[in-house]
Structures are given as C-alpha cells and as structure tokens.
C-alpha cells in the first residue's frame, strides 16, 4: 500500500480510503485491466462468449507482463481465483443459450473446457508452446470452442 500511495503521490490513508484492504485494492486493479483490455471477464451471451478470446487475446500480447503476473505470482493466482464463482455462473448462463442440457455431463465438461480456452493459460500455452500470437491465439481457442459445442450438441442428440 506504501508502493502504490507513493507512486499515485498521495498519502497512505488515501488508499485506504478508497481500497480497504490489499485485496480490495487488487481486485479494482483485476476489474481494470479487464476493462482497459476489453476482456469480457463474465460474457452475458453465448456469442460473447464464444468471441472473447478474439477479442481479449491480442490484448494479453500488449499486456504480457501483467497477464504473466497473474499467473506466476500468488498474489495473481488469489486475485484470479475470487473471480471464479461469478465466471462460472457467468458461463452456465452463457451455455443456456446452447442447444445443451445444462445439467447433463457433456454441457458439464463443455462449460469445463471454456474456462480453460478462454483463460491467461490458454493464451500463455498457445503462445509459448504453439507459437501463436494472441490474434491466432485467440482464433484458436475460438475455435476450439465452436468445435466443442458442436460435439456436445451431436452427443446430447
């Protein structure tokens, strides 16, 4: 809290005012970077959905050092993981619009499988391993969920 009072030139309690505790402070900083990448952290459609890694991708590019972070860091990874009940309902509501059954196993691994393609994870995986930039990145893990669906829909028929 030191750091960032020094570094936004106000006084410690300042940012106490604003961001009662460390994680508070955090979590603003999660909402924003999202925001100022526009990465639709929780979609509200299937199609959304379905284009956020095209969207949110190359921006990981620009932001690499702070995506990495949130990966690499314990601080990062506890930030990232207050999100996960609202992504995860953010998600099922997403694959209501699907020709799913939301409660059977297939739309279970389905909605499994979409939080790790439209994850940091994913993007560090493709652009480490694969050698993708976040554009084709992004178009793969797109995709790849398509190609998901597309097995579920045939597999719950």
């Known amino acids: 809290m030191d750091d960032v009072a020094r570094s936004a030139g106000v006084e410690r309690r300042t940012v106490f005012r604003h961001f009662a505790t460390k994680e508070a402070l955090f979590d603003a900083f999660w ?69 799913l059954d939301v409660n059977s196993k297939s739309a279970r691994k389905v909605e499994a499988l979409f939080h790790l393609l439209y994850s940091a994870s994913a993007w560090e995986t493709l652009k480490d391993y694969g050698g993708l930039t976040g ?17 579920a829909e045939t597999d719950e028929n």
């Open 135 to 151: 554009k084709d990145a992004g178009q793969a893990a797109s995709w790849a969920m398509q190609a998901l669906l597309k097995a």
């Open 31 to 99: 909402v924003y970077i999202n925001q100022s990448m526009n990465a639709a952290a929780l979609p509200t459609t299937l199609e959304e959905l379905l284009r956020s890694p095209l969207d949110a991708f190359p921006q990981f590019d620009k932001n690499e050092g702070i995506i990495r972070a949130s990966l690499h860091t314990p601080t990062g990874h506890a930030m990232r993981m207050r999100t996960v009940k609202a992504r995860r309902i953010a998600f099922r509501t997403c694959l209501e619009d699907a020709n």
